[in-house]
């Protein structure tokens, strides 16, 4: 079966996925709606760009010019501006880059067509011609935050899963959605990791041993970790920092990392605010190994989010023994047993966020407990190979269209 991936060619969720699919016997192909560098093992690749993502770099360049640094600061402080203006108008320019697509999908033919997510990839995709099966996932805030930030962003959520042959989510909540926003009841669901799943054996072995990383943590101070970076109406980062000082009047050996923040203008800001320059350690986004192991040194994961599906470093903090405080949100209730493997919180509560991470520094043998049930749950629900059997076994239903 030749399968045609349209996804973020950056993004570690899509190489994770294509890993993935490598133990299978599938010819992939990728579109990609952003520049990036070419993935070793895909024939046939193309970069497509939509919703202004030719002005985007790459992620997983290892270097980055200072006219970068400079973009990268100026989007930061826009970022709200930005994400308004791209709501509005990117819907309104998918005409050309769904022209060029099918003339990709004419030259490919396809066996099959899977979108890792409806903004853009899905809406891209749905013009797929009616031969080819579609399949679309949704990501976490796809239906719960994206489709609602402006009309032609609901118009075009709504035609992508009209559209759609099949559905993947990583949540269930979504393909409950998903039926409210367009999805014929016939069409075949699955509940499955939107990364591929974890390969819980390569994890292990990263954690024994020692990867190389440019930054220092302070011996002896209890971690707590906060790689969600910056996602606008999503994420509630001016929670989390306010809780920060809370947190260490009561506890001030408690430190607390922060990736994917690092030259962030407004994350500096809210440092110098609460005065958090001797507590707190921003970092740029770091690569897969180097964020397991500063799991693995950590005691709590941090996430107020409230939309969101199941978050890859959720998953990947769970399987490296960290304890999550959450967002109280249905996709995350879906993973956890409240007060025992993990701790729901109202992501827009500084207070609940704040006594929730000293509960979880004052006991460790809650984190014990919690760790290990985490870790019966990942390998029943996330493990790579049996989400690659669940994969292979949802691919294969659309052979004979």
Same mark, same amino acid.
């Given at each position: ?264 203008? #407004?994350? &500096?800001? /809210?440092?110098?605010?609460? %005065?958090? *320059?001797?507590?707190?350690? $921003?970092?740029?986004?770091? @690569? #897969?190994? &180097?964020? /397991?192991?500063?799991?693995? %040194?950590? *005691?709590?994961?941090?996430? $107020?989010?409230?939309?969101? @599906? ?92």
């Amino acid at each position: 079966m030749h399968i045609l991936l349209v996804a973020d060619g950056r993004s570690p969720i899509t190489r994770n996925w294509l890993r993935m699919l490598s133990g299978l016997d599938y010819q992939i192909s990728l579109v990609s709606t952003y520049p990036y560098e070419p993935i070793d093992g895909i024939e046939h690749q193309y970069t497509l760009p939509v919703a202004f993502s030719n002005m985007s770099g790459s992620q997983v360049s290892t270097s980055i010019s200072q006219r970068q640094v400079r973009v990268r600061g100026l989007v930061a402080r826009l970022r709200p501006l930005l994400l308004r203006v791209r709501a509005l108008a990117a819907p309104m320019m998918l005409a050309k880059p769904q022209k060029e697509y099918l003339e990709i999908v004419d030259v490919l033919e396809p066996d099959l067509v899977h979108a890792l997510r409806i903004p853009y990839e899905g809406m891209l995709a749905a013009v797929t011609p009616a031969h080819i099966p579609l399949i679309v996932s949704i990501w976490g805030n796809d239906l719960t935050f994206h489709a609602h930030t402006s009309r032609q962003m609901a118009r075009h959520t709504r035609r992508a899963l009209a559209r759609a042959d099949g559905l993947l989510a990583d949540a269930g909540r979504d393909v409950r959605l998903a039926g409210q926003w367009g999805l014929r009841a016939e069409v075949p669901t699955a509940v499955l990791p939107g990364n591929g799943g974890l390969d819980l054996d390569e994890m292990n072995r990263t954690l024994s041993l020692s990867v190389a990383h440019d930054y220092q943590l302070p011996e002896g101070r209890p971690l707590v970790v906060n790689p969600r970076g910056f996602r606008p109406g999503s994420v509630h980062q001016e929670v989390f920092f306010e809780s920060v000082p809370m947190v260490l009047r009561e506890f001030p050996q408690a430190y607390f990392v922060c990736t994917a923040m690092q030259g962030q203008p #407004q994350a &500096q800001k /809210w440092v110098e605010k609460y %005065r958090l *320059q001797e507590h707190i350690l $921003l970092l740029p986004y770091l @690569g #897969q190994q &180097q964020l /397991w192991q500063l799991f693995s %040194r950590s *005691q709590v994961y941090v996430s $107020l989010s409230s939309h969101d @599906g199941t978050p890859n470093t959720f998953l990947e903090a769970l399987a490296c023994g960290c304890f999550p405080v959450v967002g109280n949100i249905e996709s995350l209730r879906e993973w956890l047993e409240p007060g025992r493997t993990g701790l729901l919180v109202d992501p827009r509560d500084p207070q609940a966020a704040a006594e929730a991470i000293l509960y979880a520094l004052r006991h460790p043998e809650l984190r014990e407990r919690a760790r290990q049930g985490n870790i019966r749950v990942l390998k029943k629900r996330a493990e790579v190979n049996g989400v690659r059997r669940e994969v292979q076994i949802f691919y294969n239903k659309f052979s004979g269209k």
